[in-house]
């Protein structure tokens, strides 16, 4: 999530609407429903809310039959290299093995991540999924928060209410828990803020510039096993 401030001017939004209607008017009328921009970015949102809950369900299961978080984590990352490693030698995948320059770094990156999930493996042990799922849509705000304060400028209104309101379900939310742990929460907690810190940190390192999702994965796993 990338939220910018937006001017709300009135000569603003007026030209905003005309370059809108002037791009409608340019797309081809032929043009296939499932290409159409909001078609795809819909179904971008829909496919991330699968893949999430997907995620949270099957780390939830993990934990119920095999209750090591750490040694979840490290299965995990030697997973990862171990898919990958055939595709780099089938040369499905186009990078190095190893590259002193881009493996230092991606140093903080492999740290933040670690911790990430490690904590939030900690926390869905001791918590419902329902309740860790509302916890973890805190992280918007979290970052809506910190690029606030670095750059000293709020975003638009109404992506602060957007954001807010989530904070608020997850306050209710919360508050009907019956089944409260404070260290669960407490990792829960930790793993928004170190998230956050994570997606912040792959936003602005200028050094990431051309490195694909495989090979951040690779370099994550690699780095990540050490400290397991």
């Not at 829909?46 to 939830?60: E, G, H, K």
């Not at 109404?158 to 379900?169: C, D, K, Q």
């Not at 407490?186 to 999702?213: C, H, I, P």
Request: proline share 6%.
């Amino acid at each position: 999530m990338k939220p910018h401030a937006r001017a709300s001017h009135p000569e603003t939004l007026l030209v905003a609407d005309c370059r809108l209607q002037d791009n409608e008017e340019e797309k081809p009328k032929n043009m296939p429903w499932w290409k159409d921009e909001t078609v795809l970015q819909v179904g971008s949102a829909l496919l991330y809310a699968v893949v999430a809950t997907s995620m949270s369900i099957i780390n939830r299961l993990c934990l119920l039959i095999f209750p090591l978080p750490t040694v979840v984590l490290l299965v995990q990352m030697a997973s990862t290299m171990v898919i990958l490693y055939p595709l780099l030698l089938a040369r499905v995948l186009n990078f190095s093995l190893f590259n002193p320059r881009r493996f230092k770094s991606l140093l903080g990156i492999s740290f933040l991540y670690t911790a990430n999930t490690a904590f939030a493996l900690f926390g869905l042990k001791g918590m419902n999924l329902p309740m860790y799922t509302a916890i973890k849509r805190l992280t918007p705000m979290t970052i809506l928060i910190i690029k606030s304060v670095w750059k000293r400028k709020w975003p638009h209104p109404r992506i602060t209410a957007s954001v807010g309101l989530v904070v608020v379900g997850c306050l209710v939310a919360g508050a009907g828990d019956l089944s409260f742990d404070g260290t669960a929460y407490l990792f829960a907690f930790g793993s928004v803020l170190v998230q956050a810190l994570y997606l912040l940190l792959v936003e602005f390192q200028s050094d990431l510039a051309g490195a694909s999702t495989s090979q951040l994965l690779w370099y994550n796993a690699m780095q990540s096993l050490p400290l397991l």
